[in-house]
């Protein structure tokens, strides 16, 4: 008999194959899906961390190019994946790939600035992965990544209405069967549009919080990103 698959990841893969099957027009000119080339370390940590109930539900927009779409796993700095929580396996290609954004999965020597202050900030404030995952979870609204011809980012917020309403149909679906299987009171955005999709995707039924978003592109996220978070952290009745 074959191992029962955890719901978490039969969201995954049905999420996977429903973002594969969208069509994104110009200037989006590449879209990669590490649900799909980099399924074995995403899944890894979907088994070892998304499993039970959580108090909340820490959600991003859509992977960085140097972050989740390098190891599969939300804000995947390289280190923090692979140190702290101990995932590192085998990440395939997207088809096509950019020849300026390759994916070279736990070889990449780049840093995803947003996921080292993220999972450095969690990492300081819990110490080891299994004393914040025994609480929380992680995960990216949007699985895609969109790049333009330059290899600029697009986040999906600026694609076309009629393709950002297909893809926030499936990705709103997902969101509601994740925060149904972890049973979470409480959703908390990294970023105001992580916070606005929760809001939507639920007609706000679901408690929401806002976290400022890491990006060294936030001159905000610039001025003391984890003293800023602390202080979050203690306005939420966590």
């Known amino acids: 008999m074959s191992p029962r698959i955890p719901e978490l990841i ?15 027009s110009l200037p989006v000119r590449y879209v990669y899906n590490p649900l799909d080339y980099a399924r074995r370390p995403h899944e890894t940590y979907v088994r070892r961390f998304g499993v039970g109930a959580k108090e909340a539900l820490f959600l991003g927009m ?52 947003s996921g080292r202050r993220l999972w450095g900030w969690v990492a300081d404030r819990f110490g080891s992965a299994e004393a914040f995952f025994s609480r929380f979870f992680v995960y990216n609204y949007c699985p895609l990544v969109f790049m333009e011809d330059t290899g600029r980012n697009r986040t999906p917020d600026k694609l076309p209405a009629d393709e950002r309403a297909a893809l926030f149909d499936v990705c709103d679906q997902a969101l509601r069967g994740v925060i149904a299987e972890l049973e979470v009171p409480l959703v908390i955005g990294v970023g105001a549009f992580a916070e606005q999709r929760v809001q939507r995707a639920t007609d706000d039924s679901v408690p929401t919080e806002r976290l400022l978003h890491p990006s060294p592109a936030s001159p905000a996220a610039n001025r003391g990103w984890a003293e800023q978070a602390d202080r979050a952290w203690e306005t939420w009745e966590l």
Do not use: Y
Request: hydrophobic fraction near 35%.
């Open 62 to 113: 859509n992977p960085g190019p140097f972050g989740m779409a390098q190891t599969g796993v939300p804000f995947g700095e390289i280190s923090a994946v692979r140190d702290w929580m101990g995932i590192s396996d085998t990440v395939d290609k997207p088809d096509p790939e950019h020849p300026k954004r390759p994916i070279e999965g736990f070889a990449c020597a780049r840093s995803e600035v």
């Open 10 to 24: 039969r969201i995954s893969r049905g999420l996977s194959d429903a973002v594969s099957a969208l069509d994104f």
